[in-house]
C-alpha cells in the first residue's frame, strides 16, 4: 500500500545465515511486484520481479513467493552476506504495463559479520 | 542493462530559487517517466507520471505549479522545482519504463539529492 512509515523495521542476520524479508501489498489487481535495494544515497536496484500468475520466482541466491489470496509478498536471500546490507523494498504494479508503482515501507537489513 | 542516469547528483541552493533536475535514459527509449521523492528512513512516494509528448499525472497533493515536469522526447525527463523551500531538501530519484513491448521493470536513476538553504 501506500508507503508512510517513518521507522524502518531492521532484520539483523548472521553472514552466511538465510534473510526473509516481508511485505503486504494493497491492491488485489496488481499483475507485477518487484523487490529493490536500496543503499544509502543510490537509487533503487532491481534484485527480482513476479508476475500475478506465479507464486514462486528464483534468481541468483534470492527467491521471491507470492501469496495473493492474502496479499503477502516475500523475499529470501541465501547465504547472506556483509553486501546484502541495504534497505529492502517491495513494489506493487497496479494497472499493467507502463503503469506507476506503489511502494512498501521499506525493512533495513544488516548483516553481522 | 537499461540505464538511466540524471543531473545533478546534488544541488544545494538558496529558498526562493528554482533547481531543474534531468532525467536521461542512456541506452533505450522511454514512453513514461516517474519522478519520486524520499525523505530520510521513508520510502519513496511517487510524485508524478510523465509521458512523452503529453502533460504529466500528478499524485495526489503534489502540487503540479511548484514540481515542473516536462519530458519532451523519448530519452529525456526535467523535474523543476520551482521556489524551493527548505521543506523541498529531499532526495529525488526518476525511473523509466521502457516502450511496449520491453521489460516489464521500471528502471531506476541514481537519485538527486537537493537541499535548500
Known amino acids: 500500500g501506500e508507503s508512510v512509515g517513518l521507522h524502518l523495521p531492521t532484520l539483523s542476520v548472521q553472514e552466511g545465515d538465510n534473510s526473509i524479508i516481508n511485505c503486504a501489498y494493497s491492491n488485489s489487481a496488481s499483475d507485477y511486484f518487484i523487490w529493490y535495494k536500496q543503499e544509502s544515497g543510490k537509487g533503487p536496484q532491481f534484485i527480482i520481479d513476479i508476475r500475478s500468475n506465479m507464486d514462486k520466482r528464483q534468481g541468483q541466491r534470492v527467491t521471491v513467493l507470492l501469496n495473493k489470496t492474502v496479499k503477502h509478498l516475500s523475499l529470501q536471500i541465501a547465504a547472506t552476506q556483509p553486501g546484502d546490507s541495504a534497505v529492502y523494498f517491495c513494489?506493487?504494479?497496479?494497472?499493467?504495463?507502463?503503469?506507476?508503482?506503489?511502494f512498501g515501507a521499506g525493512t533495513i537489513l544488516r548483516v553481522k559479520s | 542493462g537499461a540505464v538511466v542516469s540524471q543531473h545533478p547528483s546534488r544541488v544545494i541552493c538558496k529558498s526562493g530559487t528554482s533547481v531543474k533536475i534531468e532525467c536521461r535514459s542512456l541506452?533505450?527509449?522511454?514512453?513514461?517517466m516517474f519522478w519520486y521523492r524520499q525523505f530520510p528512513k521513508q520510502s519513496l512516494m511517487l510524485m508524478a507520471t510523465?509521458?512523452?509528448?503529453?502533460?504529466?499525472?500528478?499524485e495526489q497533493g503534489v502540487e503540479k505549479d511548484k514540481f515542473l515536469i516536462n519530458h519532451a522526447s523519448l530519452t529525456l525527463s526535467t523535474l523543476t522545482v520551482t521556489s524551493a523551500h527548505p521543506e523541498d531538501s529531499s532526495f529525488y530519484i526518476c525511473?523509466?519504463?521502457?516502450?511496449?513491448?520491453?521489460?516489464?521493470?521500471?528502471?531506476f536513476g541514481p537519485g538527486t539529492r537537493l537541499t535548500v538553504l
Open positions: 525511473s523509466a519504463s521502457a516502450l511496449a513491448g520491453g521489460p516489464d521493470e521500471q528502471f
Open positions: 510523465s509521458n512523452e509528448g503529453s502533460k504529466a499525472t500528478y
Open positions: 513494489a506493487e504494479r497496479i494497472g499493467g504495463y507502463g503503469n506507476k508503482l506503489v
Open positions: 541506452d533505450f527509449q522511454a514512453t513514461t
